[in-house]
């Protein structure tokens, strides 16, 4: 990987997209830490710092705080992060499936996928103005729900502020998201890698130093040393088994036969449907804990963090979760949903009918498989098969934090696991493998010159 950074920069094409790529970061990071107008920042640094240090951090917007790079809980002009537009691209594309018009508009290629991202567009608009105000609400209201325990009954806006500053304040944090979604997509065309990935894995990566260090000045065992070396070789382990899986696919032959048009023969070649072992990637996981997280939001709006009665009182009992404890209600769900979100996103992203379809076309088929019918069942068998090993993978990845902290007797966010590990490598792997296929095209290009 370092070697093909340093490959890279020695290139000048590729130095001028990687410097690009890396302002576009520095800037995201510049943002992360101006504070929204009307907030008290030096009552919100005192009490979210003594949150940070008492391991009492709110875990109701932990998605949304790791999406931001803890811009959140600076309660900064970032602080939704590129949340809207992963869950409006997440919503576009289950819509695809129930919605005739969408699903034609894939089919059409470049032109129709470009009507589709002007949808993402007008989506996330949407979802900035409502989580934006969701947030700022909870902030209002409920301060320690959202910033941690110790902001419990703090004023982190000024009495001056009233309807109007906060409507100021959800303009600003809906523009701030619509700069990041330029931005994003300002990488994507001129710099190196996907856009919007990069700028999540640098929301993860700013907060990944803090987390690892937190745990050694939160534990008390000769110093916190011993239980800072034991996360570390275990995120070395985790880190090494993610990108073994990650890497892992099934390859499916596919034979095409010769075709003769008119003295010429075309055709006759052999390829592969690459099917990765884990296909659906990170959303299962991201589903998982966001369902999980609205009723908990839901409760925390509603002023019933504190109920021990009726529905808030059993979501406060069975779904709230805290640094150290994980109930087993939580637990399950968590891992069921992950499960059940693998094999659903498979389905809809995998079509065996399109596919099979399509090599009846040209004139592809598998070897041993009869075209048609028998190979939709065959793919559909081949991708079930090898779901389940992708979806046990994912739901242990993120069972590790649930457990690391508990058994290492550590207090904090624990970074090897769960969406973080699987985010920062998923987004390494593919930037790299972008990188080198530049280097390639570029020596190529050297040679026949």
Request: aromatic content about 10%; glycine content about 10%.
């Amino acid at each position: 990987m370092l070697t093909a950074f340093f490959r890279a920069f020695r290139t000048p094409d590729l130095r001028r997209k990687l410097l690009f790529t890396l302002a576009i970061m520095a800037l995201y990071r510049l943002g992360a830490h101006l504070p929204l107008p009307g907030v008290d920042t030096r009552t919100l640094a005192a009490c979210t710092g003594a949150s940070s240090r008492s391991g009492t951090g709110s875990q109701a917007f932990g998605l949304l705080n790791l999406f931001s790079g803890g811009a959140l809980q600076q309660l900064s002009i970032f602080a939704l992060g590129i949340t809207p537009y992963i869950t409006a691209s997440i919503i576009l594309q289950l819509l695809t499936v129930v919605i005739p018009r969408l699903e034609a508009l894939k089919k059409e290629g470049q032109t129709g996928q470009a009507k589709i991202t002007q949808y993402t567009r007008y989506l996330t608009i949407g979802l900035s103005v409502l989580e934006s105000t969701m947030t700022l609400t909870a902030a209002r209201n409920n301060p320690g729900y959202l910033l941690g325990q110790k902001c419990d009954g703090v004023a982190v806006f000024y009495p001056a502020v009233t309807w109007e500053g906060t409507a100021v304040m959800v303009i600003i944090m809906t523009a701030a998201t619509s700069l990041l979604m330029w931005l994003g997509e300002l990488v994507t065309d001129r710099g190196v890698g996907n856009g919007m990935s990069i700028l999540m894995f640098t929301s993860i990566a700013a907060r990944f130093p803090g987390s690892l260090w937190a745990i050694k000045l939160n534990s008390h065992t000769l110093g916190g040393w011993p239980v800072f070396a034991a996360v570390l070789a275990l995120g070395i382990v985790v880190v090494a088994a993610v990108v073994f899986v990650e890497q892992g696919q099934r390859r499916i032959p596919v034979q095409y036969s010769k075709r003769m048009v008119g003295r010429r023969a075309y055709g006759g070649t052999s390829t592969y449907i690459p099917l990765k072992l884990n296909q659906s990637g990170v959303v299962p996981v991201i589903f998982a804990s966001s369902l999980l997280q609205m009723p908990v939001m839901l409760v925390g709006l509603t002023g019933g963090s504190t109920a021990t009665r009726g529905w808030q009182g059993w979501i406060n009992r069975n779904l709230t979760t805290t640094i150290h404890g994980y109930p087993l209600t939580y637990t399950l769900s968590y891992l069921l949903l992950i499960l059940g979100f693998a094999f659903f996103y498979m389905s809809i992203t995998f079509d065996t009918v399109e596919i099979a379809d399509n090599m009846k076309k040209y004139g592809g088929f598998v070897p041993g498989i009869r075209s048609g019918r028998p190979t939709v069942e065959y793919l559909h068998y081949t991708a079930t098969r090898i779901t389940w090993p992708g979806a046990l993978y994912l739901a242990v990845v993120a069972a590790i934090p649930m457990i690391a902290l508990d058994r290492l007797h550590a207090t904090g966010s624990f970074p090897f696991g769960g969406t973080t590990i699987l985010i920062m490598v998923g987004v390494g792997l593919e930037t790299v493998k972008q990188i080198e296929s530049q280097l390639q095209q570029h020596n190529y290009e050297g040679f026949l010159r």
